[in-house]
Structures are given as C-alpha cells and as structure tokens.
C-alpha cells in the first residue's frame, strides 16, 4: 500500500519553509491536546463518559480528567454536582472523586482561570444543593479554591446550626479579608454552638475589627464561649484586652485551668512581643514571674521566661540567673534551656560566675549547660570543674568537655578515669566509647597496668568497645586477674577483640572457664573468630577436636549452631545419639538453633520417632527453621506437608497451617482448605483461606482465582468467627464478584478413584488411524488392563510397578499443570504431554543410565535441550512438586519450585519430522517400579486468554493472535508469518495485501506491541472493508519509524499514531527502534484515543477534525463507517507484533 | 523499719545524684544495678482502644488514670491497669490532676496535637504516639507549647535509638556510624519498601460510601471526633478502623510513616530540616478514604533522597545507598570487611533513651518533639502529597510550600469547635 509518503515530502520541500512547517506543527499540537472544542455529544453523555473513569489511576489521567470537567464549563460542572447524593445512600463515589480531581487540579499555581471557574461552579452547586452532607462535601472542597466567590456563597450559613462548622472552616481555609467580614458580621446575629464556632474563627484570622464585641464574651458564662473568647483576645492581641486576659489570668491563680485562662495570657504576651509591642509583653511576663511562686505555677513561669527570651535576648539573663536559685529542678532546667540559646563572652561569663557560687547541684547543672552550649570559652573553667571536689560537677565537666573537644578532650578525661571510683569510672569510659576510636587506644592500654581495678575495669571496657585487636593478648592475660571487676570487664571485651588466630587460645580459656556467665562471653568469643577462619567449611574443625578432649563438651556443642557446616551437624548429630542425657539435650537444643536449615532433616526424624521428650520442641523447630529457609515455596510446602501428620495436638496443626498461609500459592491454599472440615482448626482454616486467596492489597492482582477457590471461599466466609468476621465476609464476597469467572486449576484426579484416566492404545498416530470401532475394543482392552496395574491409595495414584501408561480420558491443547510425584528406588517414570514423551522423573542415584542430571527434563529432545537446568530432586521416597506450562511447542518446567525447562520446543518422539501434536492427553508414565502421583491439576489456557493479564481477563479482554498460527485472521498470510510466538510481516516472502480480523469491531478497545526496524512503515486499519484502500476506505492509525531520516519532512498527520491525514498525533513517545512498544487505541464514535506506551498521543473527534475537509485534502469515505474490520496494513519493511487483544464496548 | 520516702522527695534526691552525665547509655555501661527511679513516676493514659493498653507496662510507672471516650475500653483497661488507676471519660479532668507526673497519648492521631498542648500547659510530660501530629501546623504549635512550659515530650517510636530494625538485622547504630564518618559518601538514598524489609500496611485503606448509622451507647463519638470534621457515625471510622481516614490519620503511612522515616531522618542528619520536594505517583485518592500508592519521593536540599516504594518493585534495592557504597537488607554490604571497619569508627553522639531519664535530668529525650516533628513532617508531607496529587515545593525554614496555596491550606487544618488550638 502506498498512500503517497513519497509524494507528500516532495511536494512539501518545493513549497512549504521549515519555519511554517514548524509553526503548523505548534498549531495543530496544540489542537490535538485540547481535545475535540465542538464535540457534539450531549451534555449528559459527556458527563457519564467522563465519571465512568473514575477513579484515575494517576495524577496525570486525573489531570486529564479535570481539564475535561473544567471543559464542560459552569453548566457542565453543574450536571455533575447535581449527581451527588448524602454519602452512603448510593454509588456516588465517581461524582465525589470527579469534583475533588477538580478542584485539586484547579488549586494549582498559576491555573487562576480554572481556579476562579471550578469555585465558581462550586458555589453555585453549593446554592443548589439541598441536602445538609452534600452542602458539607462541596464546602470541603470549595475551601481547596476559594476566595471572595466562595466566601459569598458560604456566608450564609455560618448561622446554620448544621453547617456553620464548613462554612468556618471554608471561611479559614481562605482567610481573606472578605472571610473576616463574614465571620464579623456573623457574630453579631450568632448565638450557641455558632457563635463559639465563630468566635474562635475570629481569633484565628486575628480580626482586630471583632475584637471589642469578643471582649464583651471574655466574661461569657458558658465555658466553650469564655474559653474561644479568650483564645481570640489572645490572637487577636488588642492592647485594649490586657486588663480582661489578666484578670482572667488571676482569677484561674495562673494555674491549668478548663478555659485556659493562663494559656491564652501567655500566647497574648507572645503575640504582643511578635507585633512590637514590647512595653506589654515585658509587663505582662514580669507580673507572672512575681505572682507565680508555687509549684502549680511553675510551668506558667517557665513560659513567661521562655517570651522574655524570645523577645529580648541576653537582657533575660537576670531572670535566668535567678531562676536556677529555684528548688524546682524542672524549672531550673528550663531556664539553663533557654540560657543555652543566648550566646555571647559576657553570658558565658556570668553562668561561670554563677556557677562558682552555687550549690554543686547546680554547679553540675550549669556545667552541663556551658558543654551544651558550646562556647570554647568555657573550657577553661570546664577544665578546673574536672578537678571540682563534688563527683556530679567533675562527671558534668567530662561530659561538656567531650561534646565540646570530642576526641581531643582524651587527655583531660583520661587522669580523671585513673583517679574515678566506682560508677564513675564506668560512665567515663562511656564517655571515651562515645568520642575515641581504634586509633586512641594506645594511651589508654599503656596506662591500664597502673589502674585501680574500677577504672581499669573501664579501660579494658573501651578497648573492648572499639575491637582493639592488637591488644587480644594483653585483654586475654587480664581473663586470669584475681579481681573480679577486671576479670569481668576482660571476658566480656573477649568477643569484639578475637580474631581467627586466637581460636586455640580461646577454646582452652572455655575449658578452663566454670562460671557459666564468664563462659557465655567467652562462646561468644569462640563464635566470632571461629566464624572469621577460612575455608568456610573448616572452621568447626578445631571446635570438634577441642570437644573430644573436653571435660565439658557441651559448652562446645553450644556454639556449634553458630558456625554451622556439614561436619559440625554430623558430630551434633553423633552427640544426640549419646546416651549422657546432659549431652544429648545440648545437642538436641543445638539442632533447634541451627543457623540454617540442614538440621530441620534431623528434627523431622526426631518428630517421626515420636520422641516424648524432644518431639514438639522438634516439631516448632522445624517449621521455623523451613520458614526462615530460602527455599521456594512449593518446597516448603512439601516439607510443611511432610511434618504435618506428626502434629500431636490442635495448636501444632494450626501452626503449620500459619506457616502455609505465608505462602499464598495455591498449592497452599487448597491444602488449608482441607481444614475446614475440621470442627477444631475450620476457623482458623478460613482465617487462612481467606488471607492466601484475596489479593494482599487492594488493587493488587496477587489474588487466587478458579473454580476449588470459589467454593473454598465461599465455604470459608461462613466459618469465619470473630470481632471482625462480618467484614472478612464482606471482603470475600467483594472479592468473588470481581473475580474472573473462569475454571482456573482444576483436579484433574479425585482422590478417591481413577474417574476421568484411561488405559493407553498405542501411540497418538497409531490411534489416529485407527477406526473408531478398532479404538473402541483396543481402548476397552487397556481400560481392563489399566484396572489391574493402577489404582488410588490414600488419596494418590500408585502404580504396581507392571503395565501401560495411565492417561487422561480428556485431551488438552495450552495448559498449566501441577503434579506432585513419589518414586522408590531405581524409579523411572514421567509425565507425558498431549500423548507425547516426557518430562522425566528418575531416581539421581542411577548414573548407569545418565540420571545424575535430576528429574523434571525434556528426556526425548534432540536438537532442543534435555537436561534439566538443575538437580532438586527430593530423596527417594519424598514427594516432590512439578509444576508444568505447555503453551504451543513450548514447555516450562518447575520442579520444587525451581525452574528446570525454561521455555523449551518439545519435540515430537514419534514423528520427529512434525512437531509437537496440538493437542492430546496427559499421561502418567510407567516404568517397572513402584510410582505414587497425587494433587493433579490441570488450568486450561484458552487461546483468547493468551497472554492476557488477570485484570484484562476480568475486563473482557480476549486474545486476538493466538502466538502459533494465524487462526482469526483472513487476507495476506504469507508475508505475515508466525514465529516465536511473534507476527511478523516480510516484504520479500512474495505475498501481498494486508492481514485483517476476521471479525468486524465497531466501538473498541485494542492493545498490541510492536517493534520497528529502521524507516520501518505499517498501519493499524481500523473499521476497515476488506477491500479497498483502508486509509481512506477505513481508517488507518500510522504505525511508522518517524525518527528515521527518510521521514524527516513528514506532515504532522503522517507521525506515528495519526489517524492517518485526518487528526495528528504528537511525537516523542515512541521507544526507539528495536524496542517493543506498547499502544492502545481506544475508538467510541466518533472520538480516537491513541496511547503510546502511556501518553495519550491522539486523542480527538474525527467528525469534527473532518468537518471543513481533513487536513491531507483528501476524501475519507471511511470516516463515516461505523464498524468494520482491524488489520495491519503492510508497506515494505519488517515490522513485528505482539500481544495482540481487544475488548468490545 | 524506715519508712518509703515519697515520690516527691525521691525524684529529688535522685536528681542530686544525676547531673548532667546520664546521657551516656547504659548499654555501653553495662553492669547491674543501675536502674532508673522510674517506679515512682506516675503516668495516665489517654486513649486505651488499640495502643493506649501496650503503653500501661511501660517503664514501669504507676498508672493514676486511664481515659477513653469508650465506657467497654475503659471497663476492660481499669481491669488490668493496676489498683491505683482510676477510669475517666474527658481528658481534661485527667491534666487536671496534680499527682500525675507523665501523660500518655495514645487516641487516634486527630487528637495527638491537642492533647500534648494542652498537657504541657497543665505542666505535664508527654509521651506520645506516632505519628506525632496530623497536621504540619499542629507540630509547629506542639514544639512552641512544650519548650515553652519546659517540659519533656517522647515520641512513641523507637528505631533510631533501639531494636533491630525491620528488615536491617541490625539496630540503627551501626548505620547512623557508617554515615556519619561519610564511609557511603554523600549524597544519600534511603529506599524503603519491602525489599529493605518493609510493610506498607495498604490495608488501612478506607472505604469511600460509608451510610450514616446508629452511635453505640457506650461510645461519646462528639467527644470521640474531637476537633475532626463532623462526619455521620459509622464504624468504619472509628475503633481499629480509623487510620483509612485523612481526618483522623493517613492510612499506612501515618500508621508506620514515622516508624520507618524518622530513623531514616536521623541516618540522613535531618533533624532540624524538611525535604524541598515531594514526588508523588499513585492513584487518585479519595477526598475522605486513604489509599494505597505506587511511590513516594522526598528530596533534600543537599540531594538526599528517600523512595517509599510503595509496590516493592525495585528488587534490588539497597536500604541505603551513597556514591562510596551501599547497605542491604539484613546489613548486607558491598563494602569489604565492614565489621572491621565499624570497630574503628567514633560512635554517634549519645542520646537519653529512657524517658524517666529524660523527665529526672530536664534534657531532652532522643526523639522528642522537635525531631519528632521533622520526621512527621516527612509523614504529614506525603499525605498532602497525595491529597492533591501533585508534586511539592517545600521550604524546610519557613514550612511552608512554594506556590501552592492548596497545599498550604493543607497545613493548618481548622479545629472543630469548642476545640482550639492556640
């Protein structure tokens, strides 16, 4: 097809400048972005089509949709509003978050004209509505845009006992001069809950001009008015109220009081200070701090302090000084507070000054403070408090000097620690842990053989701290120190000290240690520098060699679940078989605290045992030690499943059933399910159920779906029990209306017997030949034979180990299935799809025969691989978990949660020139030995649900393009060829014409993916005949590289996403070339919306675009069809496509 | 026998022995025996419904008072909060007690701000729940009120100075010493999602057609709203429920916002300052019900950032990371033999981690109102963010946001009267 690219760029360069070009580009940019501006549909459809898109999913889709409301206009706007209803009463969530995405749009910066239209028809809403909760709603959002306009219309209801409430808080939210008017005005005719409500307004806006009538309320005998009175005497902070909020003040003995008469003092004074009235402000705080004495009063002195400072600096110093003379420490401290904020040489000189004479208390205090504060200038005095006679002020001196010298304050503190006693000696050595690091050691290790035992005590304590490795040895010989202070303080720096060299010494120390508090320190030691030796996996050698030797091994076998490795869990192991009980509790309790989970083998062994004394601490072990393991989930399961008939008791049933639940696979979920015929666990069943199955959030797409999770959840939803069931049921009732409706996984095996399997005739072509008489007898044949070799124990499948292959009586085509399988030893077995060999399963010990690779591979595929990708294998006689996707030729494999086939072409064993049949059974193979099979089931994908999300699924999406051939779709199919799953169109395969639908769509929703090649061009043909040019015969939406050179000229309406010559689409979204892009075009009537790869590229009215001719010239007959067919229109060049899907509207 | 001296005089006697050095923290001291006088505190509980009752054991105080809105939690809490605890229905009657040293807030966040005021000019300490304040303005007036009055306020969360935190297998010290000797380099991004170990906790999203229905006779809900908006009852709204609503929270940011970010303020050295900007990307929110988001991004002036990822979708994400290295989940790091490191560098400035140290000393706890209010800043910003769904200029000074009056209007929320805030 050739619609004159060529000729266009020709024509433009002989007659069109760049700069014109440029500018008709601007222009029409501009008109695609603002929508169709004579869109004639009706006013009410407009509306519904815009509310039936909310909620937005973003911002700039809300965005969108605001510009679209503030489109309508006033009128527009109205015809929504009207929409609302009291909250609660019906579906009018969409109205409510259409006018709120308006008027958060409109509150932008710098958008006034939107602003001044969304309050207007606000207000004018507001005038309209009559129910007293729609009012509420639209004045909450009115306050996001109002000004004067608002204000107005809210005016009238600052009486209204109901909405006087909205109609402050809309008056606050614009505090402008007209709100404080209103409010004024509104004073004067309140009384009640308004006038309170008013009041306090007023005060908040600082309304001077309502000052005196609020003055006359100061007296107000209702509480809530005397106490707003007050509060907006005190913001409004007239000089005129000093006598009121004073006396006021006085009255309440400048205590906590219910109308906060103390308060509201105390804020006017602050605000007589912030206005520059300072003569006040100095008045008011110097009558509190004379009047106020008794403790009661402290806080209010504390404040009156705090405004002074705020307001006059270094002259509150005075009151400062003499506020530390106080007994109340809390009100000392608040005045050394404030003093840290008043900086300068003089105030530092005075707190010294005070400090020299007060009290050690407050000596301490004030030494404290000047650290705090942070004058160098201090430091002297600083430096002689070291030397003070009273331990509090020379611990406050160390203290400021570190925070002030940091590290260089060492050499000051460190005499101090020589000379400390007790406590003290501990808490500097807190203090050097804070400021030292490693590099500081060195003074502090040469002096420490000179120190008394507290401060030596301490030394080695910052040693230790600061993993003064070098000095091991010399913090190691203090172990052995006849004080028991120093001997304390040296086990525990052991940990932080010990390197891997130091093992031998440390394990001699254990053995040598009795106390089993100094011991622990010492494991611990064992433990980090055991863990610091390489090899990894040799590192609990000399642990073990120490253990044989030990007098008391079991202090060895402690640590051992810390260092871990093979050879530490056999000697555990070896250890629990011991007959010492001391010794095998230890190793038993080693097990449970392995680091890993290589000892939960061993603790499932003791559960089978059944061991009285060690089975439930085996059992909680276990599950803990899996859960906090990283295998896969369908391992865990198994293992979770493997455990769960050693439950003793109720409570360790339901904890395998928690720790299931954190899977949420279904496998899980169907297992938990079982529960819920239990009358013990059914509730807590359910809880579970519900919790794997709903999606984790909302809007997540993580929830279970299918026809065993309908029915689960539906049972579950009746057994819940619980404060909060009523809403559980709620959510699950939610949740299965919205979920998809289809089967989903379904049990393709019963658990009781072999309803739905067949014996095997033959092969699939063999069968094919057969008649169906010849079938019928051949298959009555297998089916007897299939009876004596197959049958279900226990609610699985076992085979006797003689006979044919166990097959589905049911073909499949795509499918996903999940199979659990269980072989004994020399097993060899598989499972077939559509007839075909097999996804191996085989015991690994058989090297004979190559099976060392592990189970789960395509065993007969030659040219494609065989080999699994890795060996996770169960031991032989554990079950394992396979789970299988079949699509087309391609199979994926999972075994045990591990992907072992990633996305491999299955091959065709008995014809290896076709490929793979289409369809056919599944089959269980046998092989000669005994074989168990359980949990089958099988999702059938259907080719409309071909790559399609579960949302989409939901939506009414359905596949177009099925990945394997072109079913659905008429025209060129030889230049359009599948290949990997991808529709490709090759110019030189020698066909001709475009590939379209065969179904014809009107109204749509169409999404696909595609990728360019350089000066790629293609098209989407939409409402299309079959015949004909579709760019005018229909409509074409160009799909085209315009970043290559060729088309550097091209006419905006030719850009990528265009209707083609009809309305322009804007450039900048497409990714370049050789990346997937993703698009969706949206067509209802006559409106086009084009998005790419997220940004809405075209988004216009082809009538209205076409009214006065389009902009090629050209007739577009198609223009005016209605419905037609889909098709990718072919040029020259290759072009791929993907994902191709629809929904019908 | 010597008769028990009284509280009075026992908080005296132990301020004589405890100038200014308490501030080293005990667990670098070690050793028994040093245990604060915190038995003779006395606390009263404000809000016993959900938080309200963990909050009786706490240090060991004696709780006086216990108060709630709701007569059946009030009921259930007077059961177990101890013989000398007397039950109350109005707050104000609580502040009114002379004999209680320490007020616990613990009601729904709407009334967070309030409360603290009010109980700092009844000349009480504060120990309050998170988030600190729903609204920016109300944090403004709570630090004012508590340094005015002098009294010591703690935030009831505790990651910047104890416990393992979340997904990082560590507590937050060792960290804060890798950033604070610049060992990852500057500037900063801290990812928070569920690959770092976190839990946005989306399902205090609200629901958005709540119908009008019956209040329960046990329950003041007038006194219950408090100064939120007056909206018709439904029991959604309240009791475990509430955090859905942005006039009484901010869905699972307000509930674990702060946990998360205010030790990652203080990781950052962000203490006295805000974000300039806010990044959004989420659905459109509801104008009553909070909802779930994709992302969040908070910038600083100096080019720190944190990413709230709310969909976990960066699987790789380190918790922190800088232009030198970066730290994982679990203390992972790509810096070569970090323990060693750790060993030599200076630890963090120490900080007073027990509130009745805090209340005895006069000096402020670790995380108290001032930072508390940065770090719910960080919170309340993300809020607003979201409620107008856009990005946010902000000025960390003046805390206020650049053209965006909206925004602004957002800041201060009006109280409901009789309530006031000033």
Known sequence: MDHGIGGDITAMRRTRTHAFAAVLLALLLADATAGPAQDRRLLSTKVADILARFPADSSILRDRLAREILGLGEEGIGEIARQLVPAGSGNETSVRFALNAMAAYASRFGLESERALAEKALAGALGAASDPEVKTFLLSQLRLVAREAAVRAAAPYLLDATLSEPATQLMLSARNMAARQALAVALGLSKDAPQVTIVKALGELRAAEANDAILRLANAPGLPLRKAALAALADIASPRSSPALTSAAKKARYGYDAANATGALLTYARNLGLDGNLDLCEKICKSILKDCKDAEQLPASSAALAILADNFGYEVLPHLLRAVDNRDRAYRAAALNLAEGIAGVAATRQWIGKAQRAEPEVRAEITAMLGRRGDARALPFLESSLRAAQPEVRMAAAESLARIKKADAAPDLLPLLQSAEGDQARQIAGILIWILDERHLDPIVSMMDSLAPAPKAGAISVVGAKGGKRNFEKIFGLTGDPNPEIRLAAFAALKNLAGAKDLPALLRLLEATGDPALGKEVQQAVVNAANQAEPAQA?????????????????????????????????????????????????????????????????????????????????????????????????????????????????????????????????????????????????????????????????????????????????????????????????????????????????????????????????????????????????????????????????????????????????????????????TKDGDSGVYLRGTPQVQIWDNARTDVGAQVGSGGLYNNQKNPSRPLARVDNPIGEWNTLRITMIGEKVTVFLNGVKVVDDVTMENYWDRSQPIFPRGPIELQAHGTDLAFRDIYVREISDREIHLTAAEIADGFVALFNGRDLSGWVGNNVSYKVSDGILVFQPASGGSGNLYTEQEYADFQFRFEFQLTPGANNGLGIRAPLEGDAAYAGMEIQILDDSAPIYASLQPYQYHGSVYGVIPARRGALKPVGEWNSEEVIARGSHIQVILNGTVIVDGDITEASKDGTIDHNKHPGLERSSGHIGFLSHDTVVRFRNIRIKKR | MRKKPNRRQFLKRAAAVSAGFVIVPRHVLGG?????????????????????????????????????????????????????????????????????????????????????????????????????????????????????????????????????????????????????????????????????????????????????????????????????????????????????????????????GQHYLDPVQYLLEKDDTSPIRVNVDAPQQHYDAAGSWRRLEYTYADGCKIILDGENRDTEAAYVEGPDGKIFRGFKSDIPDLPRLLATLPEPEPQIEVFSDSIRTRQKFALNEKNGHRSCTLVNLGVIALRLGRTLHYDPAA????????????????????????
Not at chain 1, 739 to 750: H, K, S, Y
Not at chain 2, 400 to 414: C, S, V, W, Y
């Open chain 1, 539 to 823: 590192r609990a050698r000399p642990l073990l060699e120490a253990m044989k030797s030990s007098a008391r091994p079991v202090q060895i076998l402690e640590v051992l679940p810390q260092v871990g490795g093979d050879e530490a869990l056999r000697a555990v192991i070896e250890q629990f078989g011991q007959s010492d009980p001391a010794r095998k509790d230890a190793a038993f309790r080693a097990l449970v605290q392995w680091k890993d989970p290589a000892a939960a083998q061993q603790l499932y062994a003791v559960c089978v045992s059944g061991d009285a004394k060690y089975r439930a601490d085996a059992f909680s072990g276990f599950l803990r030690q899996i859960g906090a393991s990283g295998q896969p989930a369908d391992q865990k399961l198994l293992q979770y499943r493997k455990i769960l008939p050693y439950a003793a008791r109720a409570g360790e049933r339901r904890a395998v059933i928690r720790a299931m639940e954190q899977l949420k696979t279904f496998q899980c979920f169907l297992v938990v399910a079982r529960y819920l015929d239990d009358p013990e666990l059914a509730s807590d069943a359910a809880a579970s159920v519900m919790r794997i199955a709903l999606p984790s959030a909302a809007g997540s797409r993580d929830g279970l779906s299918g026809a065993p999770v309908r029915d689960a959840l539906t049972r579950a939803a009746q057994l819940l029990k619980g404060p909060e069931s009523e809403y559980d049921r709620e959510n699950i009732r939610g949740y299965l209306a919205s979920m998809p409706n289809d089967a989903g996984f379904v049990p393709i095996f019963n658990g009781i017997d072999l309803t739905g399997w067949q014996g095997l005739v033959e092969n699939p072509i063999a069968r094919a030949k057969m008649s169906p008489a010849e079938l019928a007898a051949k298959q009555a044949d297998a089916d007897t034979r299939m009876r004596s070799n197959w049958s279900v124990r226990d609610g699985a499948i076992v085979f006797n180990g003689k006979g044919d292959n166990l097959c589905t009586v049911k073909d499949y085509g795509d499918f996903e299935m999940l199979v659990d399988w269980r072989i």
């Open chain 2, 32 to 256: 028994a025996g040093y245990r604060a006088p915190s038995d003779q505190l006395t606390k009263a509980i404000i809000g016993v419904g959900g938080m309200g009752r963990g909050h009786i054991p706490y240090e060991g105080t004696r709780v006086l008072a216990v108060c709630d809105v709701d007569a059946d939690h009030l009921k259930d809490v007077l059961a177990r909060a101890g013989k000398d605890a007397k039950g109350y229905r109005d707050y104000r009657e609580v502040l009114e007690r002379k004999d209680v040293d320490v007020v616990h807030i613990a009601t729904p966040p709407h009334w967070h701000g309030l409360m603290a005021m009010e109980a700092a000019r009844a000349g009480k300490d504060i120990w309050c729940e998170k988030p600190m304040t729903r609204t920016i303005g109300e944090g403004i007036r709570v630090i004012e009120e508590v340094n005015k009055y002098g009294r010591m306020f703690r935030l009831n969360t505790w990651f910047r100075f104890k416990d393992t935190f979340y997904g990082l297998g560590t507590d937050v010290r060792p960290l804060k010493k890798l950033i604070q000797n610049r060992v990852l380099g500057w500037p900063l991004k801290v990812t928070v999602s569920g690959t770092t170990g976190y839990d946005w906790k989306f399902y205090w999203s609200g629901r958005t057609d709540l119908a009008p229905s019956s209040v329960p006779a046990e329950l003041d809900y007038d006194m219950w709203l408090g100064p939120a908006p007056y909206k018709p009852y439904n029991p959604e709204r309240v009791h475990s429920k509430f955090r859905g609503y942005w006039d009484y929270d901010g869905g699972g940011l307000g509930d674990m």
């Open chain 2, 399 to 422: 805390q206020r946001f650049h053209d965006d009056e909206a925004a602004n209007r957002l800041i201060h929320q009006p109280m409901r009267a009789p309530w006031i805030m000033g």
